[in-house]
């Protein structure tokens, strides 16, 4: 009995922004809440590291299938938002619906543009690939954290995870997790080939390092969503907790 229930996308700041139709594929824009304009997504990128570039945004007629934009939304109805860049990574998947007639491009929320580690331009890495990385490993953990971080000027991905068993050989589970990430990222395997860049290191958190943390937010009245540190580029301070909360004795 009943229906099926259909997706939707939508944002405190912009309301309902999209909807699927009966034909349950791709998202609809609304056309009547807000006027909308994307940046794609590597100009995105490219804004963020180069305070002097002002990308070119786009609008519905303009986009192309297959490629990834930052959903950009000014507010209709008085609202007060112009322009507003949500940092919401759109995917198109089809610019028309010819069996059931709808020609309007159609999206799929891919992720947060904060929510990605670039090295350099060359690759971005989202949160599941580095979560379907760790899982490959089979090993077991509790949880992990994964952030860019520099050295000498040179972008590398820093891994903080810890493992519910104890790792014998750090050198030997970095190079396997380095295999798992180019296994699921092409880019990131090309990193290789192309420069012999391994962007990668591990630090190994000692057990308890998560709960400790949890329990030193909640003893701070920190609510339910900011109890744990975000996954992907976690702030200084929560890594500099985490790793106190490591190193924590009696």
Known sequence: MGMEPLEAYGSTELGDVANQSWNSAGLIFHPDNNFYEFIPVNDYYKMKNDARFVPKTLLLNELEEGE???????????GILTRYVTGDVIRIISLIDEIHEIYTPQ????????DIIDIGGFTRLSEK???LAIENLCIPYVDWIAR???IN???FIHFYIEFKEKVENLNELAEKLHSEIKALDQP???LESITGMKPLYITILKKGAFSR?????RAEGADLAHM???HINPSDQAVETLLEMSNWKL
């Open 68 to 78: 990834e934009y930052v959903l950009v939304g000014t507010n209709f109805h008085g």
């Open 107 to 114: 999206m799929v929320f891919s992720t947060r543009a904060d």
């Open 129 to 131: 690939t580095l979560w």
């Open 148 to 150: 860019k971080e520099y």
């Open 153 to 155: 000027g040179d972008a």
């Open 188 to 190: 990131y395997a090309e």
């Open 213 to 217: 943390y949890i329990e030193k937010r």
């Open 228 to 230: 744990k540190p975000n």
